[in-house]
């Protein structure tokens, strides 16, 4: 199975702050890799598809890029709602994998 | 508007069975595959396989072969998972999710709102 693994694993930024999270892939995946966001005691929400597409209704500031087996998930002026764990997920081979995920914290 | 609705926290003991259900409405339900992910407490997710109520073809993750049994009623809109025999090691949140056809493969969106599953002597 095809493994991710974000970096980092937890991080506190305050607002206004522009945010990276990293995503490996352990072999290329092309572009098949989407981002979620879940919020405490909440179900995912799909935030970006095919690396950097922004799904319907997310914000703007969001930005996901990278191809192969380097992706980022960016989020350029941090808000006070975006605090949660933000999991990676690629959809090139079966079976499906998940990264591990990356806390984000508001300080 | 397009909602997957999950049945409710179940407490089991070891060794029983269980069948847990995801509705959905708000679009054609048989058109989408409808995929399930477990995540244990505190833990990351993971993707158990997908079904398409079209034709209940099926995918399954092979770590999860021959531990669960995915299925569906396309005439209720409701796609199920059942264990046989429950484990300790099955208590988890389930979360059921819609397949998207826009992303090219298999991201997901909605998801329902999970049911916990306790196992537990």
């Known amino acids: 199975a095809i493994q991710l693994t974000q970096s980092p694993s937890s991080l506190s930024a305050s607002v206004g702050d522009r945010v990276t999270i990293t995503c490996r892939a352990s072999?290329?995946?092309?572009?098949?890799l989407a981002w979620y966001q879940q919020k405490p005691g909440k179900s995912p929400k799909l935030l970006i598809f095919?690396?950097?597409t922004l799904e319907s209704g997310v914000p703007s500031r969001f930005r996901g890029s990278g191809s192969g087996t380097d992706f980022t998930l960016t989020i350029t002026s941090l808000q006070p709602e975006d605090f949660g764990t933000y999991f990676c997920?690629?959809?090139?081979?079966?079976?499906?994998?998940f990264g591990q995920g990356t806390r984000l914290e508001i300080k | 508007e397009v909602q997957l609705v999950q049945s409710g926290a179940e407490v089991k003991k070891p060794g029983e069975s269980l069948k847990i259900s995801c509705e959905g409405s708000?679009?054609?339900?048989?058109?989408?595959?409808i995929g399930w992910v477990r995540q244990m407490p505190g833990k990351g997710l993971e993707w158990m396989g997908i079904?398409?109520?079209?034709?209940?073809?099926?995918r399954i993750n092979p770590s999860f072969e021959g531990q669960v049994t995915m299925s569906v009623d396309a005439s209720i809109n409701t796609a199920y998972l059942r264990w046989s025999s429950l484990k300790a090691s099955d208590t988890a949140i389930y979360y059921c999710?819609?397949?998207?056809?826009?992303?090219?493969?298999?991201?997901?969106?909605?998801w329902g709102q999970g049911t916990l599953v306790t196992v537990s002597s």
């Open positions: 079904i398409y109520p079209g034709d209940s073809n099926t």
């Open positions: 072999q290329g995946i092309y572009s098949a």
């Open positions: 095919s690396a950097s």
């Open positions: 708000g679009y054609s339900f048989s058109d989408f595959w």
């Open positions: 999710a819609r397949r998207l056809r826009h992303c090219g493969g298999d991201c997901y969106d909605p």
């Open positions: 997920q690629q959809f090139s081979d079966y079976p499906i994998t």
